[in-house]
């Protein structure tokens, strides 16, 4: 019985990847929050949301895709409801590029941290689009086309940008720029 709980776990955290590492990111950054040794303020949290969502939610979270789509093709397109494709190492690629430039954005410049978010937030709202021409035209309403996959392909892009639009509004009132702390 346990045993079955704790595989049934591991599945749905690994199939579901996307929101495992966002709600990772969620609690790295309330460690790092409660950690900070400063007074909490706006800044501070969106701060640290923002640089643990661009290191979990763009670099691991791309990472992981690079991997899964690279080693793991056949099983990747079984569980979005595709056929294996070529084109999978081609999207397993694009994800280690999105990978490497979140990793290296997370603690760096909002400049940065914005290139890092953007070019995967337009993959994913583009694959929200494919999964909903997918249900729709071809009835493909596999956990991977249809499921917390499909949400997660929305909503995470959604709280990367909420995110940008908070730090961008924290502006050092002495120099006009957009207060960046690590």
Partial sequence: ?????????????VANYSLSFFMLGLV???VAIARSGSSIDRPLVVEKLLAWYVFFSIGVDNFYNFVMHVFFGEMSAAFIGWADSPFQFEVGT??????????????????????????????????????VNQMITAHNFAPGNAGIIFWTDIFIPLFGFALLWLQRRNVDARTGTASISA
């Fill in 1 to 13: 019985m346990l045993a079955d709980l704790i595989k049934a776990t591991i599945t749905f955290v």
């Fill in 28 to 30: 790295v950054s309330l």
């Fill in 94 to 131: 694009a994800s280690l590029g999105y990978a490497a430039v979140g990793l290296l954005a997370a603690f760096r410049s909002y400049d940065l941290r914005l290139a890092a978010v953007l070019g995967p937030s337009i993959f994913t709202l583009g694959a929200a689009a494919g999964h």
